[in-house]
């Protein structure tokens, strides 16, 4: 079924439009026709939300954790059940192949599967007290309401990401997707309440990011923000939200860098270099954004990667204007491959090899959200990890090399939230934490069961066996 040609908001498990009427347009990367129309939210949309919200959250997390994980369970599967009409969905709106959109919608699926089973295990702890005849528990408590703000780029994971924990743990949430995917977030929306979640429990706000996200962000009855995007959007979102003292989790960009060492199986290195460069057009948090290659077989490494680039087969960018920032951003540069719009309708960028800029510049520390890929080259190891960390941002890194102590060294050594030895930047699978380190998060770390850190808070109960002894 194709998405409606109307995208309205979910208040309250029914859709709505904006409360002014307003709407904007919302065109395929792909070829810049028209998909649909969307809400164009705004204040009393986020405060209809966030009451509805509020109203659901304490029957919700009145039911068990086992009651509450079968619910995502059934989620899981009517997702798993309709993927070909997900992915459709979010290949249109977002542009990329079918293939690579099934595989979102299964990574979507695993997660729910993966939450719903902490259902069964959501531990606590107990411990012994230096006070006799006391023993204490811990156990988790929802947070409330759950403002969950997301990026583009894998829309269904970034839905599953957040909002599977998020309800599961017992709070209600107001989820605020990206206005490039509003067909995928009212898909979703509506197949939450289809398969079971009441209704409140998750709201979908559809909008500008500049005017439906400040006032979730500021509403005095989210105790949560939960935020995937940009840094500059984050460092705003901690600032205002962290001024009322509200729980802020951001998961932010990346400048991921990729080293190819002189004992490297160049063959892999090439193959997996193309793959976390350009997969997705390169707008992948974790992108190989990076390349930092020994000197002695750098000349080979490129010629190869410039090759592979070239008959590399990826999507167009998310919007015209991205396309325009990234073409701004490569004026000037040292170009050995792309750097130029394809030609055809749409918002295609050739993937794109860069070389000789200088570690500082702001080509090699800003994030492009691209296809686009810079090559460096260095002497030695202690180099590579040098050059590697002169970055504000640590999220995920990558070394290709057949020594143990080089990978391990390098492993040690590197600022980020995820290694990967003798393969791609990569993100996470379900049950392993992810997240980064300086500017690339707070420190939270998302999927696993470090998930439940960021959606519930402890509570310590002191127990007193026999009051006679206390
Ligand atoms: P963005 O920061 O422009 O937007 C992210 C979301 O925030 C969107 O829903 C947007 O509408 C909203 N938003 C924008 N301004 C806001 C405001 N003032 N208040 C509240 N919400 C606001 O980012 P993007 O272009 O959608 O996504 C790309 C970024 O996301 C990249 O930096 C990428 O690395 C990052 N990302 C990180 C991860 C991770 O897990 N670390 C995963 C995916 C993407």
């Known amino acids: 079924m194709p998405a409606p040609s109307d995208i309205q908001n979910v208040v309250d498990g029914r859709a709505a439009p904006a409360a002014g009427g307003e709407r904007f347009e919302k065109r395929r990367p792909a070829d810049g026709s028209l998909l649909c129309t969307v809400a164009r939210s705004g204040a009393a949309d986020v405060a209809a939300a966030v009451a509805a919200a509020g109203r659901a959250q304490p029957a919700w997390a009145a039911r068990t954790p086992v009651e509450r994980g079968e619910v995502v369970r059934e989620i899981a599967l009517a997702l798993r059940a309709r993927r070909e009409e997900a992915a459709a969905i979010v290949s249109e709106e977002t542009g990329k192949s079918m293939e690579l959109a099934l595989g979102e919608a299964d990574a979507a699926v695993e997660m729910g599967f993966f939450v719903a089973g902490e259902g069964r295990r959501l531990y606590g702890r107990t411990t012994t007290s230096a006070m006799p005849n006391r023993t204490v528990t811990a156990t988790r408590r929802p947070v409330g309401v759950a403002a969950l703000i997301v990026s583009f780029n894998t829309p269904l994971p970034n839905y599953a990401w957040k909002a599977f924990p998020a309800v599961f743990c017992g709070n209600a949430a107001v989820l605020k997707p990206s206005e490039h995917t509003p067909a995928s977030a009212l898909f979703f929306g509506e197949l939450c309440h289809e398969a079971g979640l009441p209704a409140g429990v ?27 995007g940009s840094a500059a959007t984050g460092r705003w979102i901690n600032e205002r939200a962290g001024g009322r003292l509200a729980k802020v989790c951001l998961e932010l960009g990346g400048k991921n860098a990729l080293v190819v060492c002189d004992d490297a199986d160049l063959d892999r290195a090439v193959d997996w270099s193309l793959a976390s460069a350009f997969s997705n057009a390169g707008q992948r948090c974790a992108a190989a954004s990076r390349l930092v290659v020994f000197d002695t077989v750098y000349e080979e490494f490129r010629d190869r990667l410039v090759a592979g680039a070239r008959a590399y087969e990826t999507g167009p960018v998310i919007s015209e204007r991205s396309l325009d920032r990234i073409l701004a951003l490569l004026d000037g540069a040292r170009v050995a491959t792309g ?43 202690e180099e590579a990890i040098a050059l590697v960390n002169d970055s504000p941002y640590g999220l995920t890194s990558a070394i290709h090399t057949a020594s143990l102590h080089r990978a391990m060294h390098f492993a040690e050594t590197v600022q980020a939230g995820v290694v990967v030895v003798n393969g791609g930047t990569h993100g996470s699978e379900p049950h392993m934490g992810f997240g980064g380190v300086k500017q690339s998060g707070t420190g939270w770390r998302e999927a696993g069961v470090e998930a439940l850190d960021v959606y519930t808070d402890w509570k310590y109960v002191n127990l007193i066996a026999d009051p006679a002894k206390a």
Not at 363 to 374: A, C, K, Q, R
């Open 202 to 228: 998750l709201n979908v706000v559809q909008g500008f990011g500049s005017e439906a996200g400040p006032p979730l962000v500021e509403s005095p009855d989210v105790d949560l923000v939960s935020f995937t």
């Open 339 to 381: 750097g130029e719009r394809l030609d055809r309708a749409g918002w295609w960028l050739a993937p794109t090899v860069v070389e000789d800029v200088p570690a500082g510049d702001n080509l090699s520390s800003n994030e492009l959200f691209g296809p686009v890929t810079i090559l460096y080259r260095v002497r030695d190891l």
